[in-house]
Every structure is written in C-alpha cells, then in structure tokens.
C-alpha cells in the first residue's frame, strides 16, 4: 500500500481526528490522529491506550471528524482492525470516498433547538446547588449557547448545564450568564411568548476539549443533515436526530 498524497481539503498524515462509534447501543469518541494514509484505508493513533477499542467489531461503521482551520471534514468509514502489538492504541479503518468540509465558524452560535438541563452553581464550591430547570436552548457553539430560563437567572450567575446527545449520553460543562433578554410578562413578547420567561446568553467556563468537539460534531451534522434534506425538499428538525431528551422529574 502507497500512502496518499494531501492537498489542502484533504486528509495529511498529523491531522487531529475525532472518530465516533457505538459500543454495545452507546455512543462513544475517540480522539486520534492520522499516522499514515492509504489508498484504501487510513491508520490513526491514540495518545494513549483505550480499551474500549478492542470492543469495536471490524466492518462496523464509525464517524470521523478532521479538524480543520476555522472548518471540518466529516464522513462515514468502517473500523477495520487494530495494528501493532497493541489492540487499544493503533488501527486501520476504510479510507473514506468522500468527506464534506463544513465551516465550523469559530464560537459563531447555531440556531439549534434542543433540550438541556441547568442549576445555579454555588461560587465557592463549584457544586450544583438547588432545584434543576429543564429548558431548551436556541443556539449553540463550542464556547457558549443560548437558551430560555426563568426570571430568577441573573447576569453573572454560575450555572451548571447538561446537554442530553443519543443513546443516553450527555455533555456536561458550567457556564457563566453574560446578558439576559427582555422579560415575557403579558403572553406577547419575550422568548415564544411564555410569561416569566427570557433569553439566557451563556458563556462556557468549564468544558472539556473532548465535549467541545462532540458540540461541534453536533451542529455539523445537523447543518449537513438540514442541507441535504434542502435537496431533497424536505424538513429536518432543527435539534436533528443526534439529540436526545431529558427526564421530566
């Protein structure tokens, strides 16, 4: 096997990816990078050895994420094998036929409908204190998001925030409040019309690298999955199909 040559909208050897799979109806992510390129398949390295590798069956499908300067190239493959000694750290998967570039736009929010989950976070021991709020968001980037909250939310409140994804599996991460909308007090202005309820602008504070990158995943896909339905003159919910659902406790 000869590896590839890339070009700028390619795929080069030292490119971060991040790659998706299901293990036993969970969704689980990987992050790697391409060791060597192939004119058939692509070999990726971990940083560090994971286990979970050994549980991905070969030819099973999996998802791969490339970074790229201020964009991303997504697309479908198939796990392959593992490579060397090691069956958690190196392996091969098919070499993808196609992959989109997607503007990832920095921290520019994406309209995005999806339910999520916030309490206040007690500021001298960063624990979740008090009563948890189900709500929605209206937009989302990797650094911050937008969603309706109640009249209680204030500009400079801590919050913890959870945001459910498929297959039971959530992002968690605290944010702080940076700006409030105007308040919904007569049933006509305010976010949908709810009284008691405004728009909550939120700015990430603690969130881990690995979480930003299934954000980002997140909205890619379900951008690519509204452009294609565009084509094919049809509707897309605006969460996708990726995003999952609270409890109503």
Known sequence: MMDGPSLENELAIQDRALVEADIYGRPVSLRAVIVRICSTELWLGLASPDRRLELIRPDQTVR??????????????????????????????????????????????????????????????????????????KN????????????????????????????????????VVKRLGP????????????PGQREVAVKFTRITSLDQDRIVRLILLTEHRRRQAALCGLHVPAAGPTAGTLPTT
Do not use: C
């Open 183 to 194: 308040e919904a007090d007569d049933g006509e202005s305010g976010p949908k019309g709810r």
């Open 64 to 137: 791969l994420t490339v970074a790229r300067d201020g964009a991303a190239l997504i697309g479908q493959s198939a796990f392959l094998r593992p490579l060397g000694d090691s069956k958690s750290r190196v392996f091969a998967v098919v070499r993808p036929a196609a992959l989109e570039r997607v503007q990832r736009r920095g921290h520019v929010r994406y309209e995005i409908d999806l339910p999520i989950r916030f309490r206040h976070v007690d500021p001298a021991t960063w624990e979740p204190r008090g009563k948890g709020a189900n709500t929605v968001t």
């Open 140 to 175: 989302l980037s990797r650094g911050g998001l937008l969603l309706v909250g109640d009249a209680a939310v204030k500009v400079g409140d801590d919050l913890d925030l959870t945001l459910p994804l498929s297959g039971g599996d959530r992002v968690t991460m605290n944010g």
